[in-house]
């Protein structure tokens, strides 16, 4: 037994000396107004244990709470971002129900003025090929189109009707090489037939040379033919020359109608009236 107690005596003079001071400092807590040496020891010793560790918690929780700030702002800035696009949405939505309201009016004066019956059709397609150059419309013979029907913009002459489906049809373009209606010029009277050029393009053939056909002048249908009523707008002379050779003058006509921006179009029921 002595022998294990000597083994063990650094040991147990540390536990004895632990104890002691324990004891001793336990003892002295119930005097709470003065401190005695043993207190002021430990006091000295814990103390700038107890601010570096206080310290550190108030850099922990600074830390944690400008992380939350920061989750916090980053959720702001999420909602704003969704809030502004919202609005540039409904600005886009105003803006397009405003072109639309407008190209309506248009439309709705145009049928204001014409004699025949009318029904608006919406552009859903386009068909481009080297021969033919054609708009696909939302309405077909279930709506009581037919072939051949004058199709107008709030501008003048588009086309006519050249293949109809019960819900759909082709109008095939007065810039198409296939397309040609009869014409006169406004001003002086010159007749003649305007033909799709191609390009955007159109020419009024076979008005003689001894005509008076000017740069400027305006093309309107001539009614002949019974396709077109008369006078609707067609085109404006571009050009005109008139060659040492040939009974006919050369004229091009740019066409009143942008036909590259099409949406909303009449169609006539003339033919179908007659």
Not at 52 to 66: H, N, P
Not at 89 to 99: C, F, H
Not at 182 to 192: E, F, H, I, L, T
Request: proline fraction near 3%.
């Amino acid at each position: 037994m002595i022998k294990l107690l000597i083994r063990h005596k650094r040991f147990l003079i540390t536990a004895v000396f632990l104890l002691t001071v324990f004891l001793t400092y336990a003892i002295n807590l119930r005097n709470k107004e003065h401190a005695n040496p043993l207190e002021r020891g430990v006091m000295s010793v814990t103390a700038p244990i107890a601010g570096g560790g206080a310290a550190v918690t108030g850099m922990l929780g600074d830390l944690w709470s400008d992380y939350v700030d920061l989750l916090e702002v980053r959720r702001e800035n999420v909602a704003l971002r969704k809030s502004v696009q919202r609005l540039n949405e409904r600005v886009v939505a105003g803006n397009e129900a405003m072109m639309a309201n407008a190209r309506l009016k248009a439309l709705l004066d145009l049928k204001g003025t014409l004699n025949a019956a009318s029904l608006a059709v919406s552009v859903i397609g386009e068909d481009s090929s080297a021969w033919f150059k054609t708009l696909v419309v939302d309405r077909g013979s279930a709506d009581g189109l037919l072939e051949g029907m004058p199709v107008l913009a709030a501008g003048g002459v588009v086309g006519r009707l050249v293949k109809v489906a019960p819900h759909s049809s082709r109008v095939l373009l007065l810039t198409d090489h296939a397309s040609a209606i009869a014409a006169v010029v406004q001003r002086s009277r010159a007749r003649g037939v305007v033909r799709g050029a191609g390009g955007g393009r159109c020419s009024m053939e076979f008005t003689v040379k001894d005509d008076d056909v000017k740069v400027g002048d305006a093309v309107v249908s001539s009614g002949i033919g019974g396709v077109f009523p008369k006078g609707l707008p067609i085109g404006e002379v571009t050009m005109v020359k008139k060659g040492e050779y040939g009974v006919f003058q050369t004229i091009e006509v740019r066409p009143t109608v942008n036909i590259a921006n099409l949406e909303e179009m009449l169609v006539l029921f003339r033919q179908a009236d007659e």
